[in-house]
């Protein structure tokens, strides 16, 4: 009896099997009426399907919410350059830049300087005379080296700053003059300082060159005489009489040559008139202090004062 011996299927008949079995169920078989040409709107998807198709119409994403971004960041803006405030400004500023732009402003604008000038403090005697230090220091600095400190190339070197000197004074002084200063003990303590600066203004070669310091000296005799005046007429000229003022004017004199004479006369006319006056009332109190003492020793005093009746 013979065998028969299956045979097992080899590789590609069982690749063919399966690729033959998606094939029929790929493509099912179609019916009757399919052989003809369908439309070219069936192939177009009608408007429910694309508005299904949409992912912003899916229920999924219409019930599922957006997260908010509570805390924007927003971009932070870089350095940038600006000018400074007028108080740093102000700060930057020295001494001589600070008055140059207020003369600036205060000549553009009157009423400003009128408040300036309202608001600001009065001088004392010694910033004053500090200022006119400052004027003599620039005058000293201002000569050539060598040579003849008197001679007139010296003079025109200096000559502007030997001006700048003598026009502050003559602006300093009418200051601290009465009615403008009513304390005679500051008009003459600037007046003591102010002479001592016309005492060292150089002596020039030229005699046209000296009158600036002759001129000063007869400006400084007016000044002194016009505060020994005003002076006297309150308390009986009794700041006078302190001080060594008297003393004071006379080296001034001395040191001027002379040029202070009329200053001198009008101290000592006045000190001689409050002295005077002095002596008297003091003269008519020791009489009166020795009358009581005698009255008291004789026992007398009080006999020529008229006797109240009543009560006191």
């Known amino acids: 009896m013979n065998t028969v011996i299956a045979t097992p299927p080899s590789l590609p008949q069982i690749y063919n099997a399966r690729l033959s079995a998606s094939h029929s169920m790929s493509f099912p078989i179609s019916a009757p009426n399919s052989s003809r040409k369908r439309k070219a709107e ?5 408007s429910d399907d694309r508005m299904s198709a949409s992912p912003s119409n ?6 599922r919410s957006l997260p908010i971004n509570r805390h924007l960041k927003r971009p932070r803006s870089g350095p940038a350059g600006r000018p400074l405030a007028l108080p740093r400004l102000l700060e ?45 220091s620039a005058l000293q600095a201002s000569f050539p080296f060598g040579g ?11 000559r502007q700053a030997l001006l700048a000197l003598l026009e502050a004074l003559n602006d300093f002084t009418p200051h601290f003059l009465p009615p403008n200063e009513s304390q005679a003990t500051q008009s003459l303590t600037f007046l003591d300082g102010a002479t001592d600066f016309i005492h060292r203004l150089p002596n020039w070669d030229s005699f046209q060159n000296n009158l600036h310091k002759q001129d000063a000296y007869e400006e400084i005799a007016k ?60 003269g008519h109190h020791r009489d009166e202090v020795s009358s009581v003492r005698q009255e008291l020793l004789s026992g007398t005093y009080g006999s020529n004062l008229p006797v109240r009746v009543g009560p006191w």
């Open 148 to 158: 003849n400190s008197t001679s007139d190339y010296a003079y025109n070197r200096v």
């Open 42 to 46: 069936d192939d177009e998807p009608n």
């Open 223 to 282: 000044a002194w005489a016009l505060v020994i005046r005003e002076a006297a007429k309150r308390a009986g000229g009794i700041q006078l009489q302190y001080g060594g003022w008297d003393q004071k004017l006379t080296r001034h004199d001395q040191q001027a040559s002379g040029k202070l004479h009329e200053a001198v006369a009008e101290l000592n006319a006045n000190l001689a008139w409050a002295g005077a006056q002095t002596q008297t009332q003091y």
């Open 58 to 63: 899916s229920p999924g994403v219409a019930s």
């Open 92 to 136: 930057t500023l020295d001494a001589d830049s600070l008055r140059n732009i207020l003369k600036t402003i205060c000549d553009h604008h009157p009423s400003i300087g009128s408040e300036v000038i309202d608001a600001a403090p009065k001088p004392s005697v010694p910033s004053a005379l500090g200022v006119l230090m400052d004027y003599e």
